[in-house]
């Protein structure tokens, strides 16, 4: 079997239609979405993440307020920002790029952010929200992943999913969104790490993989069930002399081999990666929607 490829930039390009109708809507209701985007610092990979973000939201037309700080703004004048921006009717959501330089804590500035503009969805309460089942804004790595699936038809309910990873970006929110009693959970998940014994045999039980070890071939195709469906969330360098940049990316799946087992399989780059900003969009739109109702 040679797996189909789900095309994470054709899904994302098909949400993003769907917000830019849902924002000129709001603009006839006289609200346009606003997303703050913060960045302390000169890191090269945040910096362009921050450059598509803002990109992608002149594309469905979002206000982006953009604020490029140097790496020495303290910790004081960045919660001060954040304060700002919390007030700011203009803005429906915040993100701050992790991350931050080393004298700044990380925790504090993430718990000021006001939860109601949390559209990265990393604040404990919109973290405990989604745990219990209440509404919340999902994190977006997590959330793409349940937007590839779903779109692609894969039948979450019953189905035997590993998730090899536990971070509290990818795999533990991931989890918890798939064991949720809801058609876009339903499933019996086991979440590996680097302490799990026998990783291998988890691994071939699985209807459903997801890969977010960030480690180039942690799945190989000998631990890959015939048709399963394969989530790689991986992003590594690999040196490759023939490229340009002496480099290439790489999930953490072999590609080569497991898409002749699997019967659907994402590709690095073009899987997931597409997906993260547009769900960032789609809880900006979500935000801007909510004051509607308030
Ligand atoms: P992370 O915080 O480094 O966590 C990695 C997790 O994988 C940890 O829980 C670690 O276990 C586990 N792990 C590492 N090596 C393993 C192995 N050999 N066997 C079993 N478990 C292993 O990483 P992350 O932030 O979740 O990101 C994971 C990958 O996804 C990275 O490559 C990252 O670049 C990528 N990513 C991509 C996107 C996107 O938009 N495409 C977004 C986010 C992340 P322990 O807990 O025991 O250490």
């Given at each position: 079997m040679t797996a189909q490829i789900i095309d994470g930039k054709q899904v994302a390009a098909e949400m993003r239609a769907e917000l830019k109708e849902k924002v000129a809507k709001l603009k006839t209701q006289n609200i346009v979405p606003g997303l703050?985007?913060?960045?302390?610092?000169?890191?090269?990979?945040?910096?362009?993440?921050?450059?598509?973000?803002?990109?992608?939201?002149?594309?469905?037309?979002?206000?982006?307020?953009?604020?490029?700080?140097?790496?020495?703004?303290?910790?004081?004048?960045?919660?001060?920002?954040?304060?700002?921006?919390?007030?700011?009717?203009?803005?429906?959501?915040?993100?701050?790029?992790?991350?931050?330089?080393?004298?700044?804590?990380?925790?504090?500035?993430?718990?000021?952010?006001?939860?109601?503009?949390?559209?990265?969805?990393?604040?404990?309460?919109?973290?405990?929200?989604?745990?219990?089942?209440?509404?919340?804004?999902?994190?977006?790595?997590?959330?793409g992943i349940i937007q590839l699936l779903i779109r692609s038809k894969v039948k979450l309910e019953g189905a035997e999913v590993v998730i090899v990873g536990r971070s509290n970006i990818v795999g533990k929110p991931i989890a918890n969104m798939l064991i949720q009693k809801a058609p876009t959970g339903n499933a019996t998940v086991t979440v590996c790490h680097t302490r799990t014994k026998n990783m291998a045999e988890h691994v071939k039980r699985a209807d459903i993989i997801i890969a977010a070890a960030g480690r180039p071939n942690t799945i190989t195709a000998d631990m890959v069930k015939d048709g399963a469906v394969v989530i790689d969330v991986g992003v590594n360098r690999v040196e490759d002399a023939t490229k340009k940049r002496g480099y290439r990316l790489v999930g953490d799946v072999d590609f080569e081999a497991v898409k002749e087992k699997a019967s659907l399989i994402t590709p690095v780059p073009g899987g997931v990666g597409p997906m993260t900003i547009t769900m960032l969009l789609y809880n900006t739109v979500r935000s801007a929607e909510k004051t509607l109702n308030s």
């Open positions: 703050a985007v913060v960045l302390v610092g000169e890191d090269p990979a945040s910096q362009s993440y921050v450059t598509a973000k803002e990109k992608a939201c002149e594309e469905i037309g979002i206000y982006s307020n953009d604020n490029r700080l140097p790496a020495e703004t303290s910790e004081e004048d960045l919660l001060a920002l954040v304060d700002k921006l919390n007030k700011d009717p203009k803005i429906h959501g915040i993100l701050v790029q992790l991350p931050l330089p080393k004298h700044i804590n990380e925790d504090k500035v993430l718990l000021a952010i006001d939860p109601a503009k949390d559209v990265d969805g990393f604040h404990p309460a919109n973290v405990g929200k989604m745990v219990v089942g209440q509404d919340a804004f999902l994190p977006c790595t997590p959330h």
